[in-house]
C-alpha cells in the first residue's frame, strides 16, 4: 500500500474503525453467533470460532509459559502433566521440551510479522489457537491454507471488535462501570477501554500492553481456577526473551509496565478476591510485585498444583 492509498484507507475507516487499520485492505470478516466467516478478496476462505465457544470448558490447574529471560533455565517436561497456555513464541520452549500446549494465545502483530514459525508451529501443534482478527489477517496474507484447521479461534479486546465501531471513552465507562463482570480502575477512567480485567470473551478482554494480561483474563474464562505463570519477568531482568541475544532492546513492557500492565494485574488481584481464583508468578526477578501477584517457586508451584490436579 502506497502513502495515497494509506491516506485514503484512514479516512474512509475513520476514528469508530482505526483499530481495523493494520489488517489488509483485502480482508473481511462476516460474524455470526459463535463463529465467524473469514474473507480474503471479497472471497470467504474459512470459517472461524469464537473463543467464547470454549468458556467454561476446562477446570483446576494450568501453568501459563510467558518468554522472559528466566524460562530459558525452566525444565518444562516438570509440568508436562498439567494443561498450558503458551503466549506469542513461547511455543518454541515446547518444542524444545518435544510438548505440545494446551492452548496458545497470539495477539502481538509483530509475532504474525517477524515470527511466522511460532504462528505456524502453535497451529500444527494442535493446541486451541486464541488469535487476534489482525493476525487472521496476516494469515491470510501468507499461509490461508493454515485457517482450514479447526484449532483457531478469534479473541478480541472489549473495545476493539473488527466491524464493531469503537465506543467512545464515555461509553465505555458508562457500561463497564455498571457491569459486575468487569473490573476496572475508577480512578483512571480514562483508560477504561485497554486497562482492566474481564472474563467474559463475548465481551471480550482488556490488551493492557502485554500478552500476559490477555493469558491471565483467558484462564478464567476458560473455567481454571489456578493459573500458574512462568517466565513473566516483564522486564525485570533487563532483557527481552528467552529465546534472544543480550545485544536485544529493551522490551516494550519496561516503559508500559506504568500505568497499563500494573493496573491490569490490580484488577486481576481484585477479580480474583471477588470470584475466587488463585493467579501466581513463578518469576522471581519480575517486575510485577509479590503484593499484587504472588511470587512462588516453580517447585512449591507444582506442589500446589498436584494437590489440586
Known amino acids: ?8 484507507r484512514r479516512f474512509w475507516l475513520g476514528g469508530k474503525f482505526k483499530h481495523q487499520y493494520s489488517c489488509h485492505k483485502d480482508f473481511g470478516m462476516v460474524r455470526h453467533a459463535d463463529a465467524c ?8 476462505v474459512a470459517e472461524i470460532a469464537l473463543a467464547h465457544t470454549l468458556s467454561n470448558k476446562f477446570s483446576g490447574v494450568c501453568f501459563t509459559i510467558a518468554t522472559g529471560p528466566s524460562l530459558a533455565d525452566v525444565d518444562l517436561k516438570r509440568a508436562a502433566s498439567f494443561e ?3 503466549l506469542n513464541c513461547a511455543i518454541k520452549k515446547f518444542t524444545e521440551a518435544k510438548l505440545k500446549p494446551t492452548h496458545c494465545i497470539i495477539v502481538d502483530h509483530r509475532v504474525f510479522e517477524n515470527q511466522w514459525s511460532c504462528v505456524k508451529d502453535s497451529i500444527l501443534s494442535g493446541a486451541n489457537c486464541f488469535f487476534s482478527y489482525v493476525g487472521l489477517s496476516r494469515i491470510c496474507e501468507r499461509e490461508p491454507e493454515l485457517l482450514k484447521f479447526n484449532n483457531i ?7 476493539r471488535k473488527f466491524g464493531i465501531p469503537r465506543a467512545s471513552q ?13 473490573f476496572v480502575d475508577d480512578k ?15 465481551k471480550g478482554l482488556f490488551s493492557g500492553k502485554t500478552v500476559a494480561t490477555w493469558a491471565v483474563q483467558l484462564g478464567v474464562a476458560l473455567g481454571y481456577r489456578q493459573n500458574f505463570i512462568l517466565g513473566m519477568d516483564l522486564g525485570g531482568t533487563g532483557k527481552s526473551h528467552f529465546y534472544t ?10 516503559r508500559d509496565y506504568e500505568p497499563y500492565i500494573r493496573i491490569c494485574f490490580e484488577q486481576a488481584k481484585r477479580a480474583s478476591v471477588a470470584t475466587g481464583f ?12 509479590h503484593e499484587i501477584i504472588p511470587k512462588i517457586s516453580f517447585e512449591e508451584a507444582l506442589r500446589i498444583a498436584q494437590n489440586n490436579h
Do not use: H
Open 1 to 8: 500500500m502506497n502513502k495515497l492509498q494509506a491516506i485514503f
Open 37 to 44: 466467516t473469514i474473507l480474503w478478496k471479497k472471497q470467504a
Open 84 to 86: 498450558t497456555i503458551s
Open 153 to 159: 479461534y478469534l479473541i478480541e479486546s472489549i473495545s
Open 170 to 182: 464515555i461509553e465505555c465507562q458508562s457500561s463497564f462501570f455498571n457491569d459486575p463482570e468487569i
Open 188 to 202: 483512571l477512567p480514562e483508560l477504561c477501554r485497554s486497562v482492566g480485567f474481564s472474563s467474559n470473551l463475548k
Open 245 to 254: 541475544e543480550t545485544s536485544n532492546k529493551p522490551p516494550d513492557f519496561m
Open 278 to 289: 488463585d493467579v501466581y508468578n513463578l518469576s522471581k526477578d519480575s517486575t510485577l510485585p
